[in-house]
């Protein structure tokens, strides 16, 4: 078999899955196209703002992609092809697509408040609180380290951060188009996409290379490169989102839509050899030089591919906000994990052509992997692999990008809800609060701008002093414990509501079994080596476990409660 044919099998499953397992879900959420969404009775202007389907696919995609599901396949590799494949075919479909549809469903239940607020209302205010420091801690080790590794391209790939300016600068011009000059979404989309190609020439072109034009050193240019990152992701966390984030995202989903689409004819066109083998061993030295175990690494390494946590904020801190109908909810959350699939099968396909002793020393570097696997194949469409490596680098770090402003605005979102006081009661019913009665201290501290500076700049003292990196290894094994705890979330969710709990159920201690097995494991493997890091990961650990404990307890109250006969009642869902 060939790469090719191994790529459009994955294609058809794909394809099946979605309109199979995605219409069962459907089924069990009662997804309804009547029922008002939050973007139509909240709208604001600013963050509820009803979206067509096809913009907001484009700005979910770009915000969960990211380099994600080219890196973690492509580090599994070192095992083989074939326990990254079967984890990315199962856990796309049965784990992570229905963890990112199910979290966009609640959300949007429950007027477009984040996952946090469904766990106060399920889990009580302790198990909010819980969540909610959890999540703010990973989404501050994703800005401060994407924030290293895109200002470290901006200095050696100058090219990357010509367009990537380009790319910002363009988004509230197609805004202006769109809203203040009335075009239709057809006619600026046939004028601005095009110009997203080009910026790519233009940054080939012109390199905004600041070591050659200021002559500074390597070392001051990513200081100023990270100050230009905290003055853009300050501004992306607080504009409104139809004036930079929505515009860019749908955007740059057609540079990934060109990667996708260059990956998948140069494939089918090259017809790759597979020269990996399918199977290493249960141990193989990976990346980092170390010898690792498959289990728990594979479902650790293979995250956004397969399954992880951070889309559970986004699909319930900026895309349930925008959702203009209950249709788009599995199109936008089931479908924009599918699409993440198909390109971690692309990655994963890429690799396997390269010669073994290529691959062991290109796949440190998965970016750079698979833009050199894929502009290979490229040269059988007549396209030179020079241009080819540079356009897919360029498309990897402009969603790095579209990843960063997006974890920095639902950073802003979760400290925010922090500082507010209990908004349920015991019955699951909202608390109003009164506005004018809220103290000056948490007016302040909840102030969108103060919590956009303090994500922003806590991030930014992470990646100056290298912090951040060092965390690296804990954040994928805690990205993967938010998943666990959003499927606990959940699986309370359909109890409550007398539905089919034990599809959520299943995938929520599986991804608790691998995801503690890995922080405990990264602490076992630092101890003694990084205080950093040990610490990081007892504090993950801890929080984790108390909000599992929690959340069982609360399973096996109402489980012994259907045995009795008895139906305790939430208002898990609001009007």
Known sequence: MTGSVLFCICLAYFVVAYYVYGGFLSRVFKVDPQRPTPAETNFDGVDYVPTPAVVLFGHHFASIAGPGPIVGPIMAAYFGFLPALIWILVGCVFVGAFHDFAALVMSVRNKGRSISFIMEKLM?????????????????????????LIAGMFVSLPEVASASILFILMAPVFAFCTMKLGWR????????????????????????????????????????WLGVLALYIFAASVVPVQWLLQPRDYLNSYLLYGMLALGFVAI??????????????????TADGNMTNLIPALFIFVACGACSGFHSLVASGTTSKQIRSEKDMLKVGYGGMIMEGVLGVMALVAVMALDPAVFKEVGKNQPLAFATAIASFSTALGISEEFAR???????????M????????LGRFLLQE????????????????????????????????FAAVFVVGVSIMLALTGSAASIWPIFGASNQLMAALAFLAITIYLLVKGSKWYIAFVPMIFMMVMSLWGIVQVIGQQWGKSTVLVTAGIFLLVMAVMMIALGLSIIFHYLKAHMRGQTPHIEVEQA
């Open 185 to 224: 979404l057809s006619r600026a989309s046939l004028i601005f996409v095009p110009l997203v190609f080009v910026t790519v020439l233009v940054g080939i072109e012109f390199k905004l290379d600041l070591i050659a034009l200021f002559g500074i050193t390597a070392s001051e240019a990513n200081m100023v």
């Open 418 to 449: 922090i500082f507010l006081p209990r908004t349920i009661d015991k019955a699951g019913n909202e608390i109003r609060t009164d506005v004018n009665a809220v103290p000056a201290w948490r007016a302040f501290v909840t102030n969108p701008y």
């Open 402 to 409: 579209t990843s960063l402003d997006t974890a920095t605005r």
């Open 124 to 148: 009580g205010f302790t198990g909010r609180q819980l969540f909610l420091g959890f999540c703010l801690a990973c989404l501050i080790l994703v800005v401060g380290i994407f924030s290293i």
């Open 390 to 400: 540079t356009f897919l680098s360029l498309a990897i770090a402009a969603f790095m």
């Open 268 to 285: 089918l066109v090259y017809n790759p050899e597979i020269k990996m083998e399918a199977f290493v061993g249960w141990n193989a030295v």
